[in-house]
């Protein structure tokens, strides 16, 4: 290596903006401050060898599927791909495609409606309190065991904002019983967060926030390796383009909106999902945080989909009457076929960034979860889920249909996989064999 020194994985660009508040720019892995081999940290003084960390990434679509067109018939290695896991397809050996899962949670006598007991249920393993989340959800769990080193203990991420219904239906992440962690939904407010801008000369394009650290990235370049170095020009450009992209939104993208009125929903929630999840995978890449939790849509959620054609209701609409048509299949497939073509696209960035030995993905354990199975019945036993990456000898490139609970599958996921020794976790009794 080039540099004299192991460089620190903790390291970032500093700098100060025009009104002298703080610029963070995090750095994405490089060989320097990687072993020969590329497979765990240097050591330096004082400071042993460490492995490269895993993430943990808890990702939520809103309302359920239909299970003929996502539950593959064959279990094992040679299912066929269903319509809506068809965009995954080109990452058959990275995921894990999982059913027969039951929320019990979901089922106790209390208050609320089909949506909020199932959500409740999925992300805490507790019962509706009537307010919210009967306990911490998952995410947090496992970020009071891994998180602690971070910048950020944890991030909490959104993209539909339509903020229709209760506490439980527009948050996944809590930090207790009745304490939600609201997700960001907004990119503006996220890339502020990540870089510790809040000026507005960036966004209105006047200058860039790389220009506050240009100095102290042209020092670290020198110490650098050739191959670093284009590693830290790809990476900072790639920063600019993320910039230019977020600056450029429009006005009505840089605020909440509650329930949209008719005809009133923003025409192109798939450009902010792919804004929120670059900014997710920088602050990945570049070690900011470990774990964090990703709403694509809302529980019992309201979104139209006009980019797949789909105006004349509204999401949890189409999930009950006209689901019980052949046409209104269609419709439940195709939505659901957009939420796991973001997922794809997740994947896809995740593996684009090269780290240590591997890439992104392989130190990455991502779940993809509903708060439903079938839809239109509220199912609570047999929900599907989608694990992905490589994480932790998690197994991959099957179907499997499985008997245990969500809170087996988190306590499994926790300490055989993402490596938290959580001890345990509501309704989990045992750890699945299956998935490790």
């Given at each position: 290596?080039?540099?004299?020194?192991?460089?620190?994985?903790?390291?970032?660009?500093?700098?100060?903006?025009?009104?002298?508040?703080?610029?963070?720019?995090?750095?994405?892995?490089?060989?320097?401050?990687?072993?020969?081999?590329?497979?765990?940290?240097?050591?330096?003084?004082?400071?042993?060898?460490?492995?490269?960390?895993?993430?943990?990434?808890?990702?939520?679509?809103?309302?359920?599927?239909?299970?003929?067109?996502?539950?593959?018939?064959?279990?094992?290695?040679?299912?066929?791909?269903?319509?809506?896991?068809?965009?995954?397809?080109?990452?058959?050996?990275?995921?894990?495609?999982?059913?027969?899962?039951?929320?019990?949670?979901?089922?106790?006598?209390?208050?609320?409606?089909?949506?909020?007991?199932?959500?409740?249920?999925?992300?805490?393993?507790?019962?509706?309190?009537?307010?919210?989340?009967?306990?911490?959800?998952?995410?947090?769990?496992?970020?009071?065991?891994?998180?602690?080193?971070?910048?950020?203990?944890?991030?909490?991420?959104?993209?539909?904002?339509?903020?229709?219904?209760?506490?439980?239906?527009?948050?996944?992440?809590?930090?207790?019983?009745?304490?939600?962690?609201?997700?960001?939904?907004?990119?503006?407010?996220?890339?502020?967060?990540?870089?510790?801008?809040?000026?507005?000369?960036?966004?209105?394009?006047?200058?860039?926030?790389?220009?506050?650290?240009?100095?102290?990235?042209?020092?670290?370049?020198?110490?650098?390796?050739?191959?670093?170095?284009?590693?830290?020009?790809?990476?900072?450009?790639?920063?600019?383009?993320?910039?230019?992209?977020?600056?450029?939104?429009?006005?009505?993208?840089?605020?909440?909106?509650?329930?949209?009125?008719?005809?009133?929903?923003?025409?192109?929630?798939?450009?902010?999902?792919?804004?929120?999840?670059?900014?997710?995978?920088?602050?990945?890449?570049?070690?900011?945080?470990?774990?964090?939790?990703?709403?694509?849509?809302?529980?019992?959620?309201?979104?139209?989909?006009?980019?797949?054609?789909?105006?004349?209701?509204?999401?949890?609409?189409?999930?009950?009457?006209?689901?019980?048509?052949?046409?209104?299949?269609?419709?439940?497939?195709?939505?659901?076929?957009?939420?796991?073509?973001?997922?794809?696209?997740?994947?896809?960035?995740?593996?684009?960034?090269?780290?240590?030995?591997?890439?992104?993905?392989?130190?990455?354990?991502?779940l993809l979860v509903h708060e439903h199975a079938e839809a239109n019945s509220h199912k609570?036993?047999?929900?599907?889920?989608?694990?992905?990456?490589?994480?932790?000898?998690?197994?991959?490139?099957?179907?499997?249909?499985?008997?245990?609970?969500?809170?087996?599958?988190?306590?499994?996921?926790?300490?055989?996989?993402?490596?938290?020794?959580?001890?345990?976790?509501?309704?989990?009794?045992?750890?699945?064999?299956?998935?490790?």
């Amino acid at each position: 290596m080039a540099t004299r020194a192991p460089l620190s994985r903790r390291s970032f660009l500093r700098g100060v903006g025009l009104s002298g508040a703080a610029i963070h720019v995090g750095l994405p892995t490089f060989e320097a401050m990687l072993n020969p081999n590329g497979t765990a940290y240097a050591a330096r003084a004082g400071v042993a060898a460490d492995p490269i960390e895993t993430r943990f990434v808890y990702w939520f679509n809103g309302n359920g599927i239909i299970e003929k067109y996502w539950i593959p018939r064959e279990d094992g290695a040679d299912y066929a791909m269903t319509p809506c896991l068809q965009p995954l397809s080109r990452f058959r050996q990275d995921i894990h495609v999982i059913s027969g899962v039951d929320n019990p949670a979901a089922r106790l006598p209390g208050p609320g409606n089909g949506h909020h007991n199932s959500m409740s249920g999925l992300v805490s393993g507790e019962m509706f309190s009537g307010r919210g989340a009967g306990g911490p959800s998952i995410d947090q769990v496992i970020a009071g065991e891994i998180g602690t080193e971070s910048r950020f203990r944890s991030l909490q991420i959104g993209v539909c904002q339509e903020s229709f219904g209760e506490s439980i239906q527009r948050n996944m992440s809590w930090a207790g019983r009745d304490r939600p962690l609201p997700p960001e939904m907004l990119p503006h407010r996220l890339f502020d967060r990540l870089f510790g801008s809040r000026e507005p000369y960036w966004i209105e394009r006047k200058k860039s926030i790389l220009d506050a650290v240009s100095d102290e990235a042209r020092s670290l370049k020198s110490a650098l390796g050739y191959g670093d170095q284009q590693r830290l020009d790809e990476y900072l450009t790639s920063v600019r383009s993320l910039e230019r992209s977020v600056a450029s939104l429009p006005p009505e993208y840089s605020s909440v909106v509650e329930q949209p009125p008719e005809g009133g929903d923003l025409k192109d929630w798939p450009r902010i999902a792919k804004l929120q999840t670059d900014l997710l995978v920088h602050a990945l890449a570049s070690r900011q945080t470990r774990v964090a939790s990703y709403m694509l849509t809302k529980c019992q959620g309201l979104s139209r989909f006009p980019w797949l054609g789909y105006t004349y209701e509204r999401h949890h609409e189409y999930t009950h009457g006209r689901v019980e048509s052949p046409e209104g299949q269609r419709i439940m497939r195709d939505i659901c076929r957009w939420h796991v073509e973001e997922f794809a696209y997740f994947l896809a960035r995740l593996e684009s960034i090269p780290e240590g030995d591997g890439t992104l993905l392989d130190h990455t354990c991502a779940l993809l979860v509903h708060e439903h199975a079938e839809a239109n019945s509220h199912k609570n036993a047999g929900l599907a889920m989608i694990l992905a990456g490589h994480a932790g000898n998690m197994k991959t490139g099957i179907h499997t249909r499985m008997t245990g609970t969500v809170g087996d599958l988190y306590l499994t996921l926790a300490e055989e996989v993402v490596g938290a020794r959580i001890g345990n976790f509501p309704t989990g009794e045992q750890k699945l064999s299956e998935m490790v």
